[in-house]
């Protein structure tokens, strides 16, 4: 038969014999405050999961454009991490995703990939307001000139309406790119 080797108690560390080998504690006066912090772990669990059900519930269609657009800057700065900002050309600075055309005149491509890139954060898009002087002179030659002229044909369009659960699948679409992303090593 084998040697049953002494474990050490999770809540009041003293060595003891386990009777089973799943066994955590020494006794009773330690089991019972091991059920407890289980049990308050437990609900604190689906306290959370109903928590966010009714946050989810009580959002707005503005909460959800807000969210996807964080979302989408994110995947943005991933997507340009390394490249010089898109403006001046800077490679040292923090980055922002600056909107070629803007987000709020011109809501049909405020989500484009292609009208989204990465520029210096205090030079460019706050100080100069996106510096689009530069923008348009660096834009064609990064996405090539066919999709540039399609973007501004795309951005004249009517303003583009997603209704909530549009917003959910391209958030959770954006957050798969994001977790794809960061699961590969960084290519120069």
Same mark, same amino acid.
């Given at each position: 038969?084998?040697? @049953?080797?002494?474990?050490?108690?999770?809540?009041?560390?003293?060595?003891?014999?386990?009777?089973?080998?799943?066994?955590?504690?020494?006794?009773?006066?330690?089991? =019972?405050?091991?059920?407890?912090?289980?049990? !308050? +772990?437990?609900?604190?669990?689906? /306290?959370?999961?109903?928590?966010? @059900? =009714?946050?989810?519930?009580? +959002?707005? #269609?503005?909460? /959800?454009?807000?969210?996807?657009?964080?979302?989408?800057? !994110?995947?943005?700065?991933?997507?340009?991490?390394?490249?010089?900002?898109?403006?001046?050309? $800077?490679?040292? %600075?923090?980055?922002?995703?600056? #909107? %070629?055309?803007?987000?709020?005149? %011109?809501?049909?491509?405020?989500?484009?990939?292609?009208? =989204? #890139?990465?520029?210096? /954060?205090?030079?460019?898009?706050?100080?100069? #307001?996106?510096?689009?002087?530069?923008?348009?002179?660096?834009?064609? !030659?990064?996405?090539?000139?066919?999709?540039?002229?399609?973007?501004?044909?795309?951005?004249?369009?009517?303003?583009?309406?997603? $209704? =909530?659960?549009?917003?959910?699948?391209? @958030?959770?679409? %954006?957050?798969?790119?994001?977790?794809?992303?960061?699961?590969?090593?960084?290519?120069?």
């Amino acid at each position: 038969m084998k040697e @049953i080797k002494p474990k050490e108690c999770v809540v009041c560390g003293e060595e003891f014999i386990p009777s089973r080998t799943t066994q955590k504690v020494c006794g009773w006066s330690c089991a =019972i405050p091991l059920g407890r912090t289980n049990m !308050e +772990k437990q609900n604190r669990k689906a /306290w959370n999961k109903e928590k966010k @059900i =009714i946050k989810d519930k009580q +959002k707005t #269609h503005k909460d /959800w454009l807000k969210d996807l657009e964080k979302v989408v800057n !994110e995947f943005i700065r991933l997507r340009d991490k390394g490249k010089p900002c898109i403006s001046c050309g $800077s490679v040292n %600075y923090t980055m922002s995703a600056g #909107h %070629y055309f803007p987000a709020g005149s %011109y809501g049909n491509v405020r989500f484009d990939e292609d009208n =989204i #890139h990465g520029q210096c /954060w205090f030079n460019c898009n706050s100080s100069k #307001h996106g510096n689009l002087a530069e923008y348009t002179l660096r834009l064609p !030659e990064r996405i090539g000139k066919e999709r540039f002229e399609q973007l501004q044909v795309r951005a004249k369009q009517t303003t583009l309406k997603l $209704s =909530i659960p549009e917003i959910k699948e391209k @958030i959770e679409y %954006y957050r798969g790119k994001i977790r794809e992303m960061k699961a590969k090593p960084v290519e120069k």
